[in-house]
């Protein structure tokens, strides 16, 4: 299993190459892009939304080979209730930055039809967020990069039968689910859901999210520095015959760090706690 970090564990106005460097000499070479979001935001006038972004882009890649380093998953933007009514939408530019650092893996979120606080009935949950899905994935598969479905801590989007049934209705090989292990943790409304609920996927479990948690806030922590139960999780992934990345998403503290000595740090102890953790 391969150990992921994401660029995220520095702030997003950062520069991507310096991260890289950084990630690099912390013993990181397999890399999540995340960030996405704040470049994204017209007014944080970031060169991704110029005519300028793919050479942007050729600097990731080319920088990334020579230091012997790969993408292998990327956050995806937006709430797909308004990416698949907008063609014209930042998420799909996404996709093709995804498709050129040969991402195999776009992450993005499901839409709660009515609200955080509110639960509906999954067999609508799971229809409605399919119709929405469903141009969006047709995108990705036009460009070789595969969509994984995140669940998040609110009533439809983190449990099994939901997400389970939404996949099936999009059928295709090239979605499944991204599980975030924080996200199961703290869950607002239903409470923590355990490790081992994830068996139910099978298959379907293509890529993770892993930070921690005291089950009362998303704080993406380190693993093993909250209660979630990372011995049930990874006992319960080896007898799936899980064969994803393990994709550290503890960028809280990192961000929060006072000085780069500080970061650098957390980061090699992120990693070891990584390794710790799948041995």
Known sequence: MRIVNTTSVYKPNVDLLFV????KKAGFTYLDLGGMGYRCEPVNNHIFLTDQWKQWAYKLRDF????????VQCHGVGWISSVATHPDHIAYRVVD?????DVRWVVMHPVE?????EPCDDEFFAEQNAEWFKPFLQYCEERDVGLAIENLPWPNANRVAPLKSLVERLDSSNVGIC????????NVLH????????REFGSQLVTIHAHDNFGN???????????????AFMQTLREMNYTGDFVLEA??????ASSEEERMALLVEMRKAAERIIM
């Open 217 to 231: 806030h998303d704080d993406h922590m380190i693993p093993g520095q909250g209660t979630y139960d990372w011995q």
């Open 251 to 256: 960028h809280h503290q990192t961000q929060e």
């Open 179 to 186: 599980w975030d292990t924080g996200h199961a943790h703290y």
């Open 64 to 71: 990334a080979e020579n230091e012997g380093m790969s993408f």
């Open 191 to 198: 409470g923590e859901l355990p490790p081992q609920a994830i």
């Open 20 to 23: 890289m460097k950084q990630l």
């Open 97 to 101: 930055l995804a498709a050129m650092l």
């Open 113 to 117: 039809i009515q609200g955080r606080q």
